[in-house]
């Protein structure tokens, strides 16, 4: 297979074509542009549907629909636009269907900036809608993972019935790389059990919902989520470990920010500081049990992040209180350079020596 | 071997585009690279980077802070980024807009009209490839027949007779001496 340079928010269309996808409805945002651009020239040619839609409010319902046929389908924003979709998200689980969201972030709160950040972390893990609902968050690193991650996250989403979230940023949007696209199976989950596809009059109605009028009835249908939840923290939590091994520091980073980490773990490395890099591919389910092998060696963690510290709640919490976190991060946009992480490092090492 | 390499100046004047036939060349030549542009609510006219790593290894940080190389097309460029460059590192500058003086002595400097050159040879906005020319004859980092694949894999066919030019461009770069 021939190897490309692609920026990272085509590579990601490229492969959600080749994934069998097709539909995709949005609403233009940088830094996404480059993503809806490259299905809107695409999809037509290769028997999907691009369609932009008069706002992000429209797109995620437009998801919703095709979802709830079984097709495979996907929509893309940045930080704003993600908030104007919630509510359609929160639909998406209530209705158990289906799809790929993608959030390219950038700077917040309010229209913010459009350069990189990750301070979408909480709203992607904790709060993409309202309700008791769970969507599963995958974070690549390269342009690379983007595209295999594109594929996992087409074929998660089947197998649980739930939408997923691939959580990139303006960084791995913009930035090229050489990429190559894996043999992708068009293998799909067979979805007849509950697709509404039409009767034909040969079948009962398959009703796609959110909307229950009895208390208990709904109960009974969250707790049914919350198993399957349970069953994808069990199964499906991934995560690179980076010279772990003898790591008497482990730094926690997630997505771009663990690219300039491992640049700041590989100088920290040169000076004879024990220091690896610990970086979730799962945001949720947050992968607990990889964490507590990588820091078994550990005597200080640091979370590095684009944001002024949100994932290092969930490495507190994994860790139970058995070492303590530090969190070093940059707002905004502000992308934090290998030299600052190096010192936050080395603050660390000075600490325990 | 790792080259991390800056490219800045100008919206306009191919920052974005001499970044990627380096980026291009270094795929031909299977190494593992990193290209990223600077952006903003940026327009033509308003300033421009790019970052490019070039390396055996896998890149970590993909947003180069202390160049190898730098290209700097313009004088605000070359003001913000000639103290970032690295210990033994190379600059590679217009000075046809340039004028501020090299007052670094850890670094090499390679001052080329560029602007001037791409002038009088007829090659309207060429001054970004006459530089790279510069920096690929002073580096050996990659043959004029990998650049020339790089270019005809970037010119779309209706603009196929620049890619001549470039090769010019490339020449006249290349072979110029600095004072």
Redesign the interface.
Known sequence: ME???MKGNEALAEAAIRAGCKCFFGYPIT?QTELSEYLSKQMPKRGGVFLQAESEVAAINMVLGGAATGTRVMTSSSSPGISLKSEGISYIAGSDVPCLIVNVERGGPGLGS??PSQQDYWQATKGLGHGDFRLIILAPNSVQEVVNLVVRAFDLGEKYRMPVMLLSD??LG?????VEFPEISDKQADKSSWAATGTKMEREHHIVNSLYIEANDLEEQVVKRYEKYAKIEETESDAELYLCDDAEIVVTAFGATS??V??AV?KARAEGIKVGMFRPITLWPFPKKQLLDATKNAKNVLSVEMNMGQMVDDVKLALDCKLPVAFFGRTGGV?P???EVLAEIKKLNGGVQ | MTYEILLAGFGGQGVLFAG?LL??CA?FENK??????S???EMRGGKCNCSVCISDEP?????V?EPDLLIALNGPSFDAFVPTVKKGGKVFADSSLIDAPCTRDDIDYFMVPATQLADDNDLLKGSNIILLGKLLGETGLFSMDTVRKALEKNTPAKRAHTIDNNMRALGIGAAYECK
Do not use: D, F, H
């Open positions: 190897k490309v340079l830094p459009i350069q303006g960084l913009q930035m090229m790389e050489p690219r300039i491992k640049s590989n992308i350079t290998p030299n | 990627k980026a291009y795929l593992e690279i990193s290209w990223l542009p952006y903003g609510p890149i970590g940080s993909p947003k802070m």
